[in-house]
């Protein structure tokens, strides 16, 4: 075993090298292989190892190559033959599609034809005509051929050692702008086998779908638009022929989007065979067209006009701007010509770029600053005044949230693009359905920016004036936000029933003065409920009818900040004691309150714990927070008559509901769970010392 830091080039030299030494039927061949060993030297030294009759250099002629490699393997050998760029080997593609592709049918089955053609492809190097392109879908479309792409040097090992072991002829596709591109990797390694994908990231609202070169692309504009809000997965396919049909159905019934990425020409692509595959196998999840990013439908182009060519991390995120929610943030609205275009800086922050002001203008003079560093803004509230050839205009701001630099000083002469000043955004809201903390914009939600914002920026102020003098009032419009969505869903799917009951309250009182405070006191006694009845900690899989029982309890709880309500997630909160309890809610409440609460705490929690007492309510019927199964309600502790022993008197109550799926339980599961919780807050040992 060894392990280092090493390219896709080195590893497939490896994975040649170890299928030389241990197999004598394999053989490997073609222009250039032997004693230069190879354009990107991936069979270096391996005619030194083996010698020339394992490992040697033909004429230039891909059709002799690939012919000679269809006897070799009819003869019993396992040829293993290189076609030095992807362009190249279209003169063997005869060879290919009428001898390689057909011989085991043609022989119905009794003669197998184990032979591996390697072929470098993609762009990325600046490669000119002939040197570069995305031939993929040529033989991907040709039955009895499979066809191969690593994405990571780890893949290339693998695959290429499975593929000389396959009886059937392999295509297998290196992505050439992947070669250098180093990892650590311990050899040997088997990684999966062919028609398995990987998911390379795991998300929640979109897939991302890709192979070869493109995977390294859609992994850096998922993480781009994790900070964006979003949470996008990344498949990688490994293999196109055979495809992972079950993992592709997979992950976009769990997202309900599909985004395919890849580098040839969209028109009868890969990408499109792949639409059509989501489309029948998960019609009924999508939650919105599936769609592609693609190289263009022309001849690959020059090196110059590579990198417009190429599908890159812009056009995937406007990909998926197009995709996800309008009420989610806007990568591509914000960065479009002529628009209030943003330039993205740190996590949570935007930096509004002078836009284009229409008439061909291409500068314009800062006259004044409406706003300081430090200052809190609004979404459309006027920032600057600036003043071009034609005319004074207005800037408004597309965020929400406090200026943190003004990149320029009033009077300076900017040029359209260049940066202005920098909003870092309040924090969105965890989009949990809580009673009584609403949908409103005050809680947090970040509204896109508005697509008339070059026109709003236009406008001179003598222009405000007459329409502000014509002005007839009208509806205020305001758009929904992550929690609306989640009320409508939970709402829609999910079959809840409420049950409550009134408890004495006097110990539970008394316990939340001494210190320890009341929102301990109320998740511990979930937790020991949670314990006892683990069905109420668990999901519903729709599309598979199965009843999802989670390991771990990930407790939500309400913390109301500035910005409105945040809803943070303790994380294995099971295995929390009181004490400790007690100080991860403070924590993470801080957190929140500061606007500086881990993506981690923000999602993913299989229960909530909804305190609503705060609003001076005794008692609610919250929806779900899907797919969680189960909610805790406590309204607020008044002073109310009670019958104790026979006798009336004012106790200390409050009222506790739980909401929980029908489908999960019965109602005596979920009323023996209610009043466990009611046990532990009325008990007079103090529950939950103990981490369980």
């Given at each position: 075993?060894?392990?280092?830091?090493?390219?896709?080039?080195?590893?497939?030299?490896?994975?040649?090298?170890?299928?030389?030494?241990?197999?004598?039927?394999?053989?490997?061949?073609?222009?250039?292989?032997?004693?230069?060993?190879?354009?990107?030297?991936?069979?270096d030294?391996?005619?030194?190892?083996?010698?020339d009759?394992?490992?040697?250099?033909?004429?230039?002629?891909?059709?002799?190559?690939?012919?000679?490699?269809?006897?070799?393997?009819?003869?019993?050998?396992?040829?293993?033959?290189?076609?030095q760029f992807?362009?190249?080997?279209?003169?063997?593609?005869?060879?290919?599609?009428?001898h390689?592709a057909?011989m085991?049918?043609?022989?119905?089955?009794?003669?197998?034809?184990?032979?591996?053609?390697?072929?470098?492809?993609?762009?990325?190097?600046?490669?000119?005509?002939?040197?570069?392109?995305?031939?993929?879908?040529?033989?991907?479309?040709?039955?009895?051929?499979?066809?191969?792409?690593?994405?990571?040097a780890?893949d290339?090992?693998?695959?290429?050692?499975?593929?000389?072991?396959?009886?059937?002829?392999v295509?297998?596709?290196?992505?050439?702008?992947?070669?250098?591109?180093?990892?650590?990797?311990e050899?040997?390694?088997?990684?999966?086998?062919f028609?398995?994908?990987?998911v390379?990231?795991?998300?929640?609202?979109?897939?991302?779908?890709?192979?070869?070169p493109?995977?390294?692309?859609?992994?850096?504009?998922?993480?781009?638009?994790?900070?964006?809000?979003?949470?996008?997965?990344?498949?990688?396919?490994?293999?196109?022929?055979?495809?992972?049909?079950?993992?592709?159905?997979?992950?976009?019934?769990?997202?309900?989007?599909?985004?395919?990425?890849?580098?040839?020409?969209?028109?009868?692509?890969?990408?499109?065979?792949?639409?059509?595959?989501?489309?029948?196998?998960c019609?009924?999840?999508l939650r919105?067209?599936?769609?592609?990013?693609?190289g263009?439908?022309?001849?690959?182009?020059?090196?110059?006009?590579?990198?417009?060519?190429?599908?890159?991390?812009?056009?995937?995120?406007?990909?998926l701007h197009?995709?996800?929610?309008?009420?989610?943030?806007?990568?591509?609205?914000?960065?479009?010509?002529g628009?209030?275009?943003?330039?993205?800086?740190?996590?949570g922050?935007r930096?509004?770029?002078?836009?284009?002001?229409?008439?061909?203008?291409?500068?314009a003079?800062?006259?004044?600053?409406?706003?300081?560093?430090?200052d809190?803004?609004?979404?459309?509230?006027?920032?600057a005044?600036?003043?071009?050839?034609?005319s004074?205009?207005?800037?408004?701001?597309?965020?929400?949230?406090?200026?943190?630099?003004?990149?320029?000083?009033?009077?300076?002469?900017v040029?359209?693009?260049a940066?202005?000043?920098?909003?870092?955004?309040?924090?969105?809201?965890?989009g949990?359905?809580?009673?009584?903390y609403?949908?409103?914009?005050?809680?947090?939600?970040r509204?896109?920016?508005?697509?008339?914002?070059?026109?709003?920026?236009?406008?001179?102020?003598?222009?405000h004036?007459r329409?502000?003098?014509?002005?007839?009032?009208?509806?205020?419009?305001?758009?929904?936000?992550?929690a609306?969505?989640?009320?409508?869903?939970g709402?829609?799917?999910?079959?809840a029933?409420?049950?409550?009951?009134?408890?004495?309250?006097?110990?539970?009182?008394a316990?939340?003065?001494?210190?320890?405070?009341l929102?301990?006191?109320?998740?511990r006694?979930?937790?020991?409920?949670l314990?006892?009845?683990?069905?109420?900690?668990?999901?519903?899989?729709s599309?598979?009818?199965?009843?999802?029982?989670?390991?771990?309890v990930?407790l939500?709880?309400?913390?109301?900040?500035?910005?409105?309500l945040?809803?943070?997630?303790?994380?294995?909160?099971?295995?929390?004691?009181?004490?400790?309890?007690?100080?991860?809610?403070?924590?993470?409440?801080g957190?929140?309150?500061?606007?500086?609460?881990?993506?981690?705490?923000?999602?993913?929690?299989?229960?909530?714990?909804?305190?609503?007492?705060?609003?001076?309510?005794d008692?609610?019927?919250?929806?779900?927070?899907?797919?969680?199964?189960?909610m805790?309600?406590?309204?607020?502790?008044?002073?109310?008559?009670?019958?104790?022993?026979?006798?009336?008197?004012?106790?200390?109550?409050v009222?506790v509901?739980?909401?929980?799926?029908?489908?999960?339980?019965?109602?005596?599961?979920?009323?023996?769970?209610?009043?466990?919780?009611i046990d532990?807050?009325?008990?007079?040992?103090?529950?939950?010392?103990?981490?369980?």
């Amino acid at each position: 075993m060894t392990t280092a830091d090493m390219g896709m080039a080195r590893a497939l030299n490896a994975a040649l090298r170890d299928a030389l030494g241990t197999d004598e039927r394999v053989v490997v061949f073609g222009e250039d292989v032997g004693r230069l060993g190879g354009v990107f030297r991936v069979t270096d030294g391996l005619r030194d190892a083996f010698g020339d009759r394992r490992c040697f250099d033909t004429p230039v002629s891909e059709a002799g190559i690939a012919g000679l490699a269809v006897g070799m393997a009819m003869a019993g050998w396992r040829p293993v033959v290189e076609m030095q760029f992807d362009a190249f080997a279209y003169p063997a593609f005869e060879q290919i599609a009428s001898h390689m592709a057909k011989m085991r049918n043609r022989t119905r089955g009794a003669l197998p034809l184990p032979l591996v053609v390697r072929i470098p492809y993609g762009g990325g190097i600046g490669g000119v005509e002939h040197h570069s392109d995305s031939s993929e879908a040529y033989y991907a479309h040709t039955p009895g051929l499979k066809v191969v792409t690593p994405a990571t040097a780890a893949d290339a090992y693998s695959l290429l050692r499975e593929a000389i072991d396959d009886p059937d002829p392999v295509i297998f596709l290196e992505p050439k702008r992947r070669y250098w591109t180093k990892e650590p990797l311990e050899l040997p390694v088997r990684t999966g086998r062919f028609g398995t994908a990987a998911v390379r990231r795991e998300g929640s609202d979109a897939t991302l779908v890709a192979y070869g070169p493109s995977v390294d692309v859609a992994l850096e504009a998922a993480q781009l638009a994790a900070a964006e809000g979003w949470d996008v997965e990344v498949l990688d396919l490994r293999t196109l022929v055979p495809l992972d049909d079950d993992a592709l159905a997979a992950s976009v019934r769990r997202t309900g989007r599909c985004l395919v990425v890849h580098e040839a020409q969209g028109y009868a692509g890969v990408g499109a065979e792949i639409a059509a595959r989501v489309q029948e196998r998960c019609f009924d999840a999508l939650r919105a067209p599936v769609l592609r990013v693609t190289g263009y439908d022309i001849p690959y182009p020059p090196p110059l006009l590579e990198d417009a060519h190429l599908p890159d991390v812009r056009r995937v995120l406007e990909g998926l701007h197009r995709l996800l929610p309008a009420t989610a943030p806007a990568p591509a609205a914000a960065r479009r010509t002529g628009g209030a275009v943003a330039a993205t800086g740190e996590a949570g922050s935007r930096t509004l770029l002078l836009p284009d002001l229409g008439e061909g203008l291409a500068e314009a003079e800062v006259l004044e600053w409406k706003v300081a560093v430090g200052d809190p803004v609004e979404h459309d509230q006027v920032v600057a005044e600036v003043e071009t050839a034609k005319s004074v205009v207005t800037l408004p701001s597309p965020y929400t949230g406090t200026v943190t630099a003004l990149h320029c000083r009033a009077g300076a002469v900017v040029e359209v693009g260049a940066p202005l000043l920098t909003v870092g955004e309040e924090t969105a809201a965890s989009g949990a359905v809580l009673t009584g903390y609403g949908t409103s914009g005050r809680a947090g939600l970040r509204l896109s920016p508005r697509p008339s914002g070059a026109a709003t920026c236009a406008m001179t102020d003598a222009a405000h004036d007459r329409d502000a003098a014509r002005a007839v009032p009208s509806p205020s419009r305001t758009p929904l936000g992550p929690a609306a969505q989640k009320f409508e869903r939970g709402q829609r799917d999910t079959p809840a029933v409420t049950i409550w009951a009134d408890t004495e309250a006097d110990l539970l009182a008394a316990r939340a003065t001494l210190g320890t405070g009341l929102m301990p006191l109320l998740a511990r006694a979930c937790l020991d409920a949670l314990a006892a009845f683990p069905s109420l900690n668990s999901r519903v899989d729709s599309d598979r009818g199965e009843l999802v029982r989670l390991p771990q309890v990930h407790l939500g709880f309400a913390a109301q900040t500035d910005h409105g309500l945040v809803v943070p997630v303790v994380r294995n909160a099971g295995g929390l004691g009181l004490d400790d309890l007690a100080a991860e809610l403070r924590r993470l409440t801080g957190l929140a309150r500061r606007g500086t609460l881990p993506s981690e705490h923000l999602t993913g929690g299989t229960f909530t714990l909804n305190n609503y007492g705060g609003f001076a309510v005794d008692g609610a019927t919250p929806i779900l927070n899907h797919p969680q199964a189960a909610m805790i309600g406590v309204g607020r502790i008044t002073d109310r008559p009670w019958v104790r022993d026979g006798r009336v008197e004012v106790r200390k109550v409050v009222n506790v509901s739980l909401t929980f799926d029908h489908r999960v339980c019965d109602g005596g599961t979920a009323a023996g769970f209610l009043r466990r919780v009611i046990d532990g807050l009325t008990s007079a040992d103090l529950p939950g010392n103990q981490p369980e």
